[in-house]
């Protein structure tokens, strides 16, 4: 995710939810820390070279081999992304997967609709001939669940792109618009796709508005729901993949 302008009507929102919050709890704004590395998460690297530009999740699927990031993580891209799950300091402990096919909702490839701001990878192992799976490998993905309710509280983890281990934050969500919301500084470049999750189950991302959000103390995540189960559902039965046009420009993105 990259802050590089703001409208004055997100600015307005942004505090006007940090004013909200200040008068309803005091600590307005949570602050993600270093963390321990979730096997389940990690970056998505241009294909070839050191750098991560967003973030992915293990979905739990019946062949075990679909990720889940933001479609905007990987517009204009020709899906030429590496996934390393549970990536920290370096070091990739499960082995680097290719991108192999992509899934988008057709509202974002018709329009890109922020709404529909999720994208399902399907990922092979690389450098080798062994049959596995990402989720096999990693012990498990997540559950795909539909979008929270206000105050839900969620884990956020996103790996940014100027660090090489993870950062999650604890907060509870509000909306903006219809979007999942969640007040946390710090949450900046990189961290887009990045799963908000409850229990075991991920029911929102660091995308949708404005790609995710014009300050790194404010995130947005697309609306979970059938649209976004029925994509899973397409990956699922191996169904042909979809190539992306190139992002469309907005009054900010955060990648």
């Known amino acids: 995710m990259v802050t590089p302008s703001r409208t004055s009507v997100t600015g307005a929102a942004a505090v006007g939810l940090l004013l909200a919050a200040c008068v309803a709890g005091g600590s307005a704004v949570a602050a993600p820390a270093p963390a321990a590395p979730d096997p389940r998460v990690g970056p998505l690297f241009l294909a070839g070279t050191p750098i991560h530009v967003c973030t992915g ?146 029911v929102a991302l660091v995308g949708g508005l404005d790609h995710g959000g014009c300050t790194d103390s404010v995130s947005y995540s697309p609306t979970f729901g059938s649209g976004t189960l029925a994509l899973l559902d397409r990956a699922e039965r191996r169904g042909a993949g979809d190539s992306t046009p190139f992002a469309l420009a907005g009054a900010c993105t955060r990648s």
């Open 57 to 202: 999740s293990v979905l739990d699927s019946a062949d075990g081999d679909l990720v889940l990031t933001a479609a905007h993580c990987i517009a204009g891209s020709g899906g030429a992304l590496s996934f390393a799950p549970g990536f920290d300091r370096g070091v990739a402990p499960f082995g680097l997967w290719t991108v192999s096919q992509i899934y988008v909702d057709p509202a974002w490839l018709e329009s890109q609709d922020p709404q529909h701001d999720y994208a399902v990878l399907r990922v092979a192992p690389s450098g080798t001939t062994v049959p596995s799976s990402v989720e096999s490998v990693v012990g498990g993905g997540f559950e795909l669940a539909s979008a929270p309710e206000p105050a839900t509280t969620v884990a956020v983890t996103g790996y940014p792109t100027l660090a090489d281990g993870p950062v999650s934050c604890t907060a509870a969500t509000t909306s903006t618009d219809s979007y999942p919301t969640v007040i946390c500084d710090g949450l900046g470049e990189g961290t887009s796709g990045g799963p908000w999750v409850t229990g075991s189950r991920v």
